[in-house]
Each structure stands twice: as structure tokens, then as C-alpha cells.
Nanobody
């Protein structure tokens, strides 16, 4: 069973930065792609960024140039560095791991950007 635990959320001012972390249990972490999603109040969950096992990354257009996803396969952790935060970045951020037909989610961490 895989467990994903997010951390690093909180209250940040407009234009500020935060780094989210997602620690994964389970073996063979390095073999699987990881992703960050977010869900704002009243909206559907949306993809923010992904990182493949080989390190290639993708980003939603709304965060390109501001967010950076990375992974540490020794620590079984994926990160989301967020900069130049906007009020519309306010959301619960979820970590995701795709293992074949199985998808695992963390419980999320809340990011609130204040103006």
C-alpha cells in the first residue's frame, strides 16, 4: 500500500513563495511518475505539474515559469516549488502517484495566498 503525505502548505502573501513536499511510502518510488494537483473552492481538481520517472516535467499553462516540480528518489519525495504566487493559486494541493492502473492520492495541503 502506498501512502502519500503532503506538507509545506500555509498562508503566504501575494507574490511570495512556498515549497510543498510529498513523502511517499512503498517501494520502487523512482520507477513511477508523480504529480501535483490542486482544487480551489467550488472548482474541480486540476493538474498542476508532473514529473516522470526519468525526470521529464510538464506544467499547466497557468503555472509555467512560476512553479517547479522536482523529485528526490533517495528520500522518496517529490517537491513543488511555487514562486510569484497569485490569489488564484489558493487551493488544496494534492500529491499523486500513478502505478499502472492504480492511482494514489495524498490528503492534501492547503495553500492560501493573501492580497
Amino acid at each position: 500500500q502506498v501512502q502519500l503525505v503532503e506538507s509545506g502548505g500555509g498562508l503566504v502573501q501575494l507574490g511570495g513563495s512556498l515549497r510543498l513536499s510529498c513523502a511517499a511510502s512503498g517501494s520502487l518510488f523512482s520507477l513511477y511518475g508523480m504529480g501535483w494537483y490542486r482544487q480551489a473552492p467550488g472548482k474541480q481538481r486540476e493538474l498542476v505539474a508532473t514529473i516522470a520517472s526519468g525526470g521529464s516535467t510538464t506544467y499547466a499553462d497557468s503555472v509555467k515559469g512560476r512553479f517547479a516540480i522536482s523529485r528526490d528518489n533517495v528520500k522518496n519525495t517529490v517537491y513543488l516549488q511555487m514562486s510569484s504566487l497569485k490569489t488564484e493559486d489558493t487551493a488544496v494541493y494534492y500529491c499523486n502517484q500513478q502505478r499502472g492502473v492504480f492511482t494514489y492520492w495524498g490528503k492534501g495541503t492547503l495553500v492560501t495566498v493573501s492580497s
